[in-house]
């Protein structure tokens, strides 16, 4: 009987023969998951450690949802801490270390929802909303082509600037103030960069189409710091909501919000020191973030620190953080800046 430790010829054949076909168990991979083309046609040992790198980012990768009219939102996601404000509204905190989070290097991203390698049950989406990554991507380097479809995907821009092209033709670089929402419908490629020497941060948030199998779309619109200093700026608002222009490629805060195929509302504000903005919340569930002006944190929130409360309760947030909100539609949301610095935030009105 031979030891354990000597190999068989069987056994060798077995392994070289895995290692032979190994580009059509990948190939093979790519069309489960969707993939419209394949991202290396040559699978040397250095392209295969790309695959590696790629496949975490999940840029490639179309997720499958069903239609938004078959989820069931999300009636008590998973957090640390609940605060039941009354009947008519609870806030459920979500801390900026409770996130998924990732560093490749050129990227360091925050998930808030389940997303590439993070997957968290209890926080798969919330209403129609899927995807809300607050992603850093160093110079020189960004998300090459890939594609998507069925999702609505808008980018908000902090800092630094974004590289954008796509199969529609369109090819822009976009820069703090700016929000660019893609409407992936039947599908789209596109590629995201960080341009010029300097890093840049954003935003990437998706939402489910109301209605499938849409044409694709691109817009853009430029809001100032001015229209967002201690007020709201509504930045991305529904097709059928009221002064939404969804014929107007590119334009300015005075032109409206973006057009989405998704029932939602998108607000931003740079609150100042002392300062309060409050929005009357017309759907029963809300998202509200508090984006890391203040720099790269993987541990707990830091920064700038801001109070939100809503029908007699209050909780306090702080850059990185995020909270759930199950409200009352007419109810008052406020946000007081509490700090020692202006906040940037971002509260999303869900039917």
Known sequence: MPSSSSSS??????????IALAPVYISLLAKVLGWSSFPFDNLSFNNLKNLTRTLPSLRTIPISLPSISSLSPLSRPLSS???????SFQITPRRSEERGHADHEWLKTFHTFSFAMYQESGHDHYGCLRVINEDRVAAHNGFGTHSHREFEIFSYVVEGELEHKDSMGNAEILSRGHVQLTSAGTGISHSEKAHGTKPVHFLQIWSIPSTPRLTPKYFTRFFSDEEKTDKWARVVAAVSAEGVKNDLRDGKGSDGPAPVQSPLTLYASIVGEGKKVTQEMTGTKGYFHVIMTSGYNEGKAQGGTVKISGSGGEVTLREGDGAYLQVKPGSEFVVENVGDRKAEVLLFDLA
């Open 9 to 18: 010829p069987r056994t060798v054949i077995g392994f070289l023969a895995l």
């Open 81 to 87: 801490t609940t605060t039941t404000m009354s009947d």
